[in-house]
């Protein structure tokens, strides 16, 4: 069984930056995938990307492709969400989820993200 | 980006009846769409994966069909926990994107 968990919440000023983190446990080969989605209130889920923490490879949505970063750190089997020049639209729930190419298997409990001014 | 659209966005529903809502893909994607439940102050969960494969440990009340641009979800007797929101999700192209959304709630 896999399990992730994530940072606490956060509260950012408008123009800053975040970085929320996601443990991983369990097998990492049958969910090659770890994958952020993000949920804005009153709205639906949205995909930001994935990294593959085998090859370190990335794939951002053209959305997000200039303020965002995902990566892995192998030693503590962590990944890392860096959203640049926030605004009050990304106060948003943020998951990371493991799973194939296109799903997403197993989620993390969430990180509330404010951004006010 | 392919655009999925689910109806409808809500509906009433008692414990034991038989519910079933749609999802549209603006495109063909086959059978690469899945279906999530999203409950208040929790996680998304995935039940159905590829159109009609039920996820692990999901009830068999739960099932899933279509393929192409039209897919059909069914919870065949309502049960208390499932009162929810769900989501279907495209896996056929980048970026991968989610419908709307159907809330079910109590009548």
């Known amino acids: 069984q896999m399990q992730l968990v994530q940072s606490g919440a956060e509260v950012k000023r408008t123009g800053s930056s975040v970085k929320v983190s996601c443990e991983t446990s369990g097998d990492p080969f049958t969910y090659r995938y770890l994958h952020w989605v993000r949920q804005a209130p009153g709205r639906t889920l949205e995909w930001m990307g994935w990294?593959?923490?085998?090859?370190?490879?990335?794939n951002y949505a053209q959305k997000f492709q200039d303020r965002v970063t995902i990566t892995w750190d192998r030693s503590v089997s962590t990944a890392y969400l860096v959203l640049n020049s926030l605004k009050s639209a990304d106060t948003a729930m943020y998951y990371c989820?493991?799973?194939?190419?296109?799903?997403?298997?197993?989620w993390g409990q969430g990180t509330l993200v404010t951004v006010s001014s | 980006d392919i655009q999925m659209t689910q109806s409808p966005s809500s509906l009433s529903a008692s414990v034991g009846d038989r519910v079933t809502f749609t999802c549209q893909a603006s495109?063909?994607?086959?059978?690469?769409l899945n279906w999530y439940q999203k409950r208040p102050g929790k996680a998304p969960k995935l039940l159905i994966y590829d159109a009609s494969n039920l996820a692990t440990g999901v009830p068999s009340r739960f099932s899933g069909s279509g393929s192409g641009t039209h897919f059909t979800f069914t919870i065949s007797s309502l049960q208390p926990e499932d009162f929810a929101a769900y989501y279907c999700q495209q896996s056929d192209n980048l970026p991968l994107t989610f419908g709307g959304g159907t809330k079910v709630d109590i009548k």
């Open positions: 989820a493991r799973g194939r190419r296109g799903s997403f298997h197993y």
């Open positions: 990294i593959t923490p085998f090859t370190d490879n990335t």
């Open positions: 495109q063909g994607i086959s059978r690469s």
